[in-house]
Structure formats: C-alpha cells, structure tokens
C-alpha cells in the first residue's frame, strides 16, 4: 500500500516556473515506476510524465517535452515535475500515480494521490 500526497501547486503567470512534489508513504517507493497525469476541466486524465524505479528512465508527452523534467529521491520518498515556460494551456489539476507497468496511462496505475490545482493565467 502507498499513500500519495501532492503539493506545490499554485497560480502563476505565462512563461513562469512551479514545482511539484509528491510524498510517498510507505516503503517500498523506490519499486515503483511513478508517472505525472493530469486533468483539465471537463477533458479527461492524460499523460505529463513517467520514470522508473531507479530514475535512469525518463518519459514525457510531446506537449510538455523540453518544458518539464521529472524526477525522484528514492532516500526521500519523493517525486518531483520541475515545469518550466508553463502556458495557459497547462492549467490542470496534477496527479501523481505509482505503478508497476512501463504502460503510461490511467488504467495501469496502480495508487492515485488527490491531486494539486496548477493555474497558469496569460
């Protein structure tokens, strides 16, 4: 079982930077591939960003390439999504999941935080 917990989301304007944590609980964190979704309103969950267990493996959707990097502290607990240059059309609700696939989307994650509200005005 993990918990997951989200936090460091916020409003900022166009072109500006945010980053995003997740905290785990329990411990086997660092045998699980975690991934970043995330929701606007009214469209459905997609894809941000994945990496695997060690953190050597690093997945990202086109949008977002080149703008957002992912990353992991295994000795923390922790996973993060650096978002960089961020645009209006970033405006979601973001999720952090954790799985055991290399399949990234909805149905292969396994444990799901709450969620945290990044707003991107223009």
């Known amino acids: 079982q993990v918990q997951l917990v989200e936090s460091g989301g916020g409003l900022v304007q166009a072109g500006g930077s945010l980053r995003l944590s997740c905290a785990a609980s329990?411990?086997?964190?660092?045998?699980?591939?975690m991934a970043w979704f995330r929701q606007a309103p009214g469209k459905e969950r997609d894809f941000v960003a994945a990496?695997?267990?060690?953190?050597?493996?690093?997945y990202y959707a086109d949008s977002v390439k080149g703008r957002f990097t992912i990353s992991r502290d295994n000795a923390k607990n922790t996973l993060y999504l650096q978002m960089d240059s961020l645009k209006p059309e970033d405006t979601a609700v973001y999720y952090c999941?954790?799985?055991?696939?290399?399949?990234?989307?909805?149905?292969?994650?396994?444990?799901w935080g709450k969620g945290t509200l990044v707003t991107v005005s223009s």
């Open positions: 990496i695997n267990w060690s953190g050597a493996n690093t």
């Open positions: 999941a954790a799985t055991y696939s290399s399949t990234w989307d909805v149905a292969h994650m396994v444990y």
């Open positions: 329990g411990r086997s964190f660092g045998s699980y591939a």
